[in-house]
C-alpha cells in the first residue's frame, strides 16, 4: 500500500522572543502560515519491520538524523506498530533555509502514517507528538495560519491570511537555528508588534500586514551573513510590498501583490541568488481524511 503526502513550507510572517527559559529554549510569538512551495512525501508498507528513508538530496540525512524517520519511529514505538514504511521524500524546499523543510516532513509523516497504519489519532494528538521532534512541527501538523507560542508548539489557528505572491529568495548558505538563538541579545531586540498583525489578518487589511511583518532574529543573522541583508535591501529596492526574512534564515521572503510587479522581482533577483520561487500562500488548514 502507498500513499503521497505533501509536505508544505512556511514563512514567519512575524517572530518575536520574549525571553530564555530554563530549560535554554526560547518563549516566542510567531504568526506563521504554509506556503504553495512543498516538499513530496511517498509513504510505502513494507514486508521488513523497519523505517527505510530514501532521498536523492546529499544534504538530507538518509537515517534516524532525518525529522521524517523520527517522527515514524515515535509513532511505531509508542503505538506498537510491528509493519514497516519506506518513506521517499522529493526535496523541493531548500535545506536549512528558515522554512521548516524537515519539520514539515515530519509533520506529513505523521499525518500519513495515521491514515497509512490505522491509528485513529486526532490532529491535536498528531500536533502533540510532533511537539516531541521540534518546535516548528506542531504548527506543520495543522498548515494554515496560526499563532504559535511556547517553544512554537502552542498552536492558535487564525483565519488565512490576505492572498497574494510570496517570493522567496535563498543564497547559498545554511543556517543553524541553536547558533542563531545562541547569539541573540535579550537586551537589544525591537518587538514586534504581534497583536496588531492578527489584528490585519482577522481585517483582511493587506497593507496592515506588510506594516507589521517583524523578525527579532534577522540581525543576528545579517551579522553573521551580510547577504542575507543584501538580498532584504535589494527585494525591497525592486519594489516588494515587505520585505522579511524567514525563521532564523536565511530565506528572505517579499510580499507582493501585483502580478507584473511580482515577475519583475522575480527575474531582478535570480541573477544573484542562488533560489528563487515565487508562491502562493496555501491559507487553509491540513485535512484529516
Ligand atoms: C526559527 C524557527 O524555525 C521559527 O519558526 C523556530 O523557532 C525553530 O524551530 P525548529 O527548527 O523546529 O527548532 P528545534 O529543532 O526545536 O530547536 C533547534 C534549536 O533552536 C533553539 N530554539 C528553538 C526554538 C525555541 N523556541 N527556542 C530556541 O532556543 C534551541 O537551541 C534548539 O536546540
Ligand atoms: N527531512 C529533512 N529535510 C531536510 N533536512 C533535514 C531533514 N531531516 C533532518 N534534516 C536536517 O535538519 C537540518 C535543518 O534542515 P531544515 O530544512 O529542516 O531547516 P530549516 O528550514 O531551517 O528549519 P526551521 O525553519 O524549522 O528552523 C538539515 O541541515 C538536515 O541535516
Known amino acids: 500500500m502507498k500513499l503521497l503526502v505533501k509536505a508544505p513550507a512556511k514563512i514567519n510572517l ?9 530549560d535554554g ?18 509513504l510505502q508498507l513494507i514486508e521488513k519491520d523497519e523505517i527505510k528513508i530514501i532521498s536523492h538530496n546529499r544534504f538530507v540525512p538518509d537515517d534516524q538524523r532525518n525529522l521524517a524517520y523520527q517522527a515514524a519511529y515515535l509513532l511505531k514505538e509508542r503505538f506498537k506498530v510491528n509493519k514497516g514504511v519506506a518513506i521517499t521524500i522529493e ?12 519539520s514539515s516532513d515530519a509533520a506529513a509523516v505523521l499525518r500519513g502514517l495515521n491514515q497509512l497504519w490505522d491509528l485513529g489519532l486526532t490532529i491535536d494528538e498528531l500536533a502533540e507528538i510532533g511537539a516531541e521532534i521540534g518546535s516548528d512541527v506542531s504548527f506543520c501538523v495543522y498548515g494554515g495560519t496560526a499563532l504559535a507560542t511556547g ?4 498552536i492558535e489557528e487564525l483565519p488565512a491570511a490576505p492572498t497574494c505572491w510570496i517570493i522567496l529568495a535563498k543564497p547559498f548558505i545554511g543556517v543553524s537555528t541553536a547558533d542563531v538563538y545562541r547569539r541573540l541579545q ?18 483582511g487589511d493587506y ?10 532574529l534577522e540581525d543576528v543573522t545579517f551579522s553573521l551573513h551580510p547577504e542575507v541583508a543584501q538580498i532584504k535591501d535589494q527585494m525591497k529596492r525592486f519594489g516588494a510590498d515587505a520585505v522579511l526574512m524567514s525563521g532564523s534564515g536565511p530565506t528572505v521572503f517579499g510580499l ?3 502580478d507584473s510587479r511580482m515577475q519583475r522581482i522575480y527575474n531582478g533577483l535570480r541573477g544573484f541568488c ?8 496555501l491559507g487553509e488548514r491540513h485535512k484529516l481524511d
Open 207 to 216: 497593507e496592515g500586514v506588510c506594516s507589521y511583518v517583524g523578525n527579532v
Open 274 to 281: 542562488d533560489q528563487v520561487f515565487a508562491v502562493r500562500m
Open 151 to 154: 517553544r512554537g508548539e502552542i
Open 186 to 203: 535579550l537586551n537589544r531586540i525591537t518587538h514586534p508588534n504581534t497583536r496588531a498583525m492578527i489584528e490585519a489578518i482577522e481585517n
Open 14 to 22: 512575524s517572530l518575536d522572543v520574549l525571553h530564555k527559559r530554563e
Open 91 to 102: 526535496k523541493i524546499i531548500p535545506v536549512a533555509a528558515g522554512l521548516a523543510g524537515g
Open 25 to 42: 529554549f526560547h518563549e516566542v510569538e510567531m504568526i506563521m502560515t504554509t506556503i504553495d512551495l512543498a516538499d513530496r512525501i511517498e
Open 256 to 258: 507582493v501583490h501585483h
